[in-house]
Nanobody, 117 residues
Framework: QVQLVESGGGLVQPGESLRLSCAAS????????VGWYRQVPGKQREMVAV???????NYAESVKGRFSISRDIVKKTVYLQMNSLKPEDTAVYYC???????????WGQGTQVTVSS
């Protein structure tokens, strides 16, 4: 099994920054693929950023140039650095991982990010 715990959310003003953390644990966790997703009420959950085992990253168009995903393999933690935040970035942010191409997706409990003046 895999457990994911997100932290770092909060209330910030437009233009400010936040860094989210996703701490992973469990005997089966690896870095096959880990991503950040977000969801607002009434909308589908969307991919924000993903990092795969060889370090390749992928970002949603709406966050390119502002967000950056990274990982600390020793700490088993994945980060999402969010800069130049906009009100439309307001959402619950979830960390998710998959341990192989055919495995289930594991999800954290989510952390709220609110961008408002």
């Amino acid at each position: 099994q895999v457990q994911l715990v997100e932290s770092g959310g909060g209330l910030v003003q437009p233009g400010e920054s936040l860094r989210l953390s996703c701490a992973a644990s469990g005997p089966h966790f690896n870095f096959y693929r880990v991503g950040w997703y977000r969801q607002v009420p009434g909308k589908q959950r969307e991919m924000v950023a993903v990092i795969i085992s060889n370090g390749i990253t992928n970002y949603a168009e709406s966050v390119k140039g502002r967000f950056s995903i990274s990982r600390d393999i020793v700490k088993k933690t994945v980060y999402l650095q969010m800069n130049s935040l906009k009100p439309e970035d307001t959402a619950v942010y979830y960390c998710s991982t998959r341990i192989s191409a055919t495995s289930n997706d594991y999800w954290g409990q989510g952390t709220q990010v609110t961008v408002s003046s």
